[in-house]
C-alpha cells in the first residue's frame, strides 16, 4: 500500500449518502466496491465498481466480501453505511417492524465486519468506518427505533475499537445530521397510527420534512470519510452536522435530562 490506494468497501453505495463516499473516493484514487441489493453486479459506476449484497443475508455478504479478496488480495477500508429509516409513534411499531430495522441497521454492519474482519486481522491493518447518526446520541419523537439502532451501532462501534486495536485496526463512528438523500421516502411505516397519537405525529413529521428541505449536500460528508481514510490516527467519533443538530449533541450532555426532553418536545411541536 506504498502508493496509498486503499481498497474499500462501502455498504449502500448506489445512492444518497453511500454513493456520495464511493464517488469521492474514487476520484482520489482509491479502489471502490459500493454495495446494493438491486445493483449489477459488477457494473461500473462513475470510476468504482457495484456490488449486489444484502446485508440481512449472511451468504450474500460472505460471497460479496469473498469476491473482492479474490479479485484484490484484500480489503483496507469497511464503511458501513447501509441503513434503513423508519418513522411512526414507538406504540404502534410492530416488534416485526423493529427487528426488520435492527436486523439492517445494527446486524447488517456486524455481518460485514464478521466477513472482513480476519484479513484485516492477517495483515495487521484495517479502518472500519460505521455511519451511525447523530440520533443515536438522544432519543427522537416517532422515530424511537431509529434513534435505539443507531446508538446501538455506536455501542458496537465502541466496544470493538478497543477489542481491534491490538491488531492494527481502527474503528471510527461518524454521525451525520440530515442530509439531502432518498432516504424520507424508503422510511418503514406502521400500517396505522392510533388516533391519540395522530396530531403530534403530523406536527413532528412536518417539522421533519421542513428541516430535510434545507439538509446539506452529501458530499460534505464524503470529504470527511476522505479525511478520515488519510489519517493515520483518526479520531474515535465525528459528528457532521450544523446548526440546532450540533448544538443538540452538546446541549444533551450538559443539560438536566427531564428539560432536554423538553427541548427536543418543543422543537417537534
Known amino acids: 500500500m506504498t502508493d496509498g490506494v486503499k481498497v474499500v468497501l462501502v455498504t449502500g453505495g448506489s ?32 470510476g468504482y465498481t457495484l456490488l449486489r449484497m444484502d446485508i440481512t443475508d449472511e451468504q450474500s455478504v460472505v460471497r460479496g466480501v469473498e469476491g473482492i479478496l479474490h479479485k484484490e488480495g484484500r480489503i483496507d477500508v469497511v464503511v458501513n453505511n447501509a441503513g434503513l429509516g423508519i418513522q411512526g409513534p414507538a406504540e404502534d411499531i410492530t416488534p416485526a417492524m423493529a427487528m426488520q430495522l435492527l436486523d439492517t441497521n445494527v446486524l447488517g454492519a456486524h455481518r460485514v465486519c464478521r466477513a472482513a474482519l480476519p484479513g484485516m486481522r492477517a495483515r495487521k491493518h484495517g479502518l472500519i468506518i460505521n455511519i451511525t447518526s447523530i440520533a443515536g446520541n438522544f432519543g427522537l419523537p416517532y422515530r424511537a427505533f431509529y434513534s435505539a439502532s443507531k446508538a446501538a451501532l455506536e455501542r458496537y462501534g465502541e466496544a ?4 481491534l486495536s491490538r491488531f492494527g485496526i481502527h474503528v471510527v463512528n461518524v454521525q451525520p445530521g440530515e442530509f439531502n438523500t432518498p432516504i424520507a421516502g424508503m422510511r418503514l411505516r406502521p ?49 457532521v452536522a450544523q446548526g440546532v443538530q450540533k448544538i443538540s449533541v452538546l446541549a444533551k450532555k450538559l443539560l438536566p435530562g427531564r428539560l432536554f426532553q423538553r427541548m427536543v418536545g418543543k422543537h417537534y411541536e
Request: glycine content about 10%; hydrophobic content about 35%.
Open 15 to 46: 445512492s444518497g449518502l453511500g454513493q456520495a463516499i464511493c464517488l469521492r473516493l474514487a476520484a482520489q484514487g482509491h479502489r471502490v466496491y459500493g454495495t446494493g441489493r438491486k445493483v449489477e453486479d459488477g457494473a461500473q459506476a462513475d
Open 160 to 163: 470493538l475499537a478497543i477489542e
Open 191 to 239: 400500517e396505522s397510527i392510533t388516533p391519540d397519537h395522530q396530531p403530534g405525529y403530523d406536527k413532528a413529521m412536518q417539522v421533519l420534512g421542513g428541516s430535510m428541505h434545507y439538509s446539506r449536500d452529501p458530499d460534505d460528508l464524503a470529504r470527511v470519510v476522505a479525511r478520515i481514510i488519510a489519517s493515520p490516527r483518526p479520531k474515535a467519533t465525528y459528528v
